[in-house]
DNA sequence: GATTGTTTAAAACAGTCGTTTGATTTTTCG
DNA sequence: CGAAAAATCAAACGACTGTTTTAAACAATC
């Protein structure tokens, strides 16, 4: 009994601080969402700042696994990049896995708090490892660009990550109905097309086909 | 005297709501910070939401302007999204303009209140409805694609955001000199030729020549 | 100089915040 | 079972929240 109070606290805090952040997210709150006492979070974490990192843990955890599983070594290199980029962006919406788990990292990559520099250094470096890697074997050389070829990581993660961040105004740019057709496949398949072009690997992103190249498609493990 | 301290309000209110929220910004750091009593927020503003909407309607004013300006329609469609691109970069640091009108707008995308989905409206519109002229001059097409053309520019713009909202993570990635180096030049110009090599403009990003092609670099007014 | 209306000041308002207390219930185990 | 430990509970703590009140200082007009 006494681990599942916990486990329910750290969902329902999760949840609450990914959604309003850690000052708008009220102990009340997330103990009434949790269906527990007030003074179960001081007695089972000391205090809200010990609930807030266990949440991150938790979160880091299950993150980063599926996108890396995703873009298995023994795929083509453009497979390998797609699975990537679509790893990210199911993560994103994964219901095998709480909602908040995403939301809170990007919080705290937003607006980093002292107790969880350390945590997303481990959970944010593999990732950029993997996708440096996996972009020397698509275009050889670009690790040895002006600074290491971080840019060109940035420029790819950066597509995943707007529509993690900016997903309300995109929403309201492009109106309900044509937002909730952007569903994973379609933008990991454009993200993709969009990179590889940019990386002179594949057609341009404005051509006849709006398909993308069956390699890079139907390979990729679901 | 008294529209100075609505002034000083609004400045002191504007840092702190960018760096720490809405809800983490006490009226009365708000208050010492501007050198006011704290009643005076109330008699200027009415209450602190009011205040806040102040704030949000100042920073939308100043922001869109030079983005708009640095992407003339007289200049060639690369030059024009290379300004539009620097201008966007620009705005995030602009000396002349205080830091938090940027900050504060960024806040409201990614987690918008309800008293500012018309002002996120009116801000971001005419900057997508640049860009997408901006695009469909370049790659005429670009706007009859899939979904009408958003997720390309929206891959455009995601990568000028991402080094605004992600920036604590660039630098725990690259280290503090590495970082201090990507200037609002260098990733212009990246941002640049990645997006037309995407559109099958431009060189690759991977090329003999880091330098941006002649046309779209100098001709860029400041 | 008195009398307006406008702006500032200190103090207090009710309410919520995170946290603690001390008693009570539940569980564990010899 | 019965004692020891663990867990939950309602209630209250002091500190802080946004807001209001009331009085004082200021400015401008007659």
């Excluded at 979160?59 to 070594?73: F, V």
């Excluded at 050889?140 to 790819?156: E, I, L, R």
């Amino acid at each position: 009994m006494a681990e599942e109070v916990r486990g329910r606290l750290i969902d329902a805090a999760g949840r609450a601080f990914a959604e309003r952040g850690f000052e708008g997210a009220s102990v009340r709150d997330i103990c009434s969402d949790a269906g527990v006492n007030v003074a179960a979070i001081n007695y089972h974490f000391g205090d809200k700042q010990s609930l807030y990192v266990a949440c991150l843990e938790q979160a880091q955890c299950s993150e980063s696994r599926q996108t890396l599983l995703a873009a298995a070594p023994s795929l083509p290199p453009e497979a390998r990049l797609h699975g990537f980029i679509r790893g990210m962006l199911a993560a994103q919406g994964d219901p095998d896995r709480p909602r908040w788990h995403h939301a809170l990292m990007l919080r705290e990559m937003a607006h980093p708090t002292t107790a969880a520099a350390a945590v997303l250094q481990r959970y944010i470096r593999p990732l950029a490892e993997t996708l440096r890697e996996i972009l020397e074997q698509i275009s050889p050389g670009v690790s040895g660009m002006s600074h290491d070829g971080w840019p060109v990581g940035f420029s790819v993660v950066s597509q995943v990550l707007f529509y993690a961040v900016h997903r309300p105004v995109v929403r309201l740019l492009m109106g309900e109905a044509e937002h909730d057709a952007l569903d994973v496949d379609f933008l990991a398949d454009h993200i993709t097309r969009f990179s590889l072009a940019a990386l002179g690997r594949g057609p341009n992103i404005v051509g006849p086909s709006a398909a993308p190249s069956a390699g890079t498609r139907k390979t990729v493990p679901r």
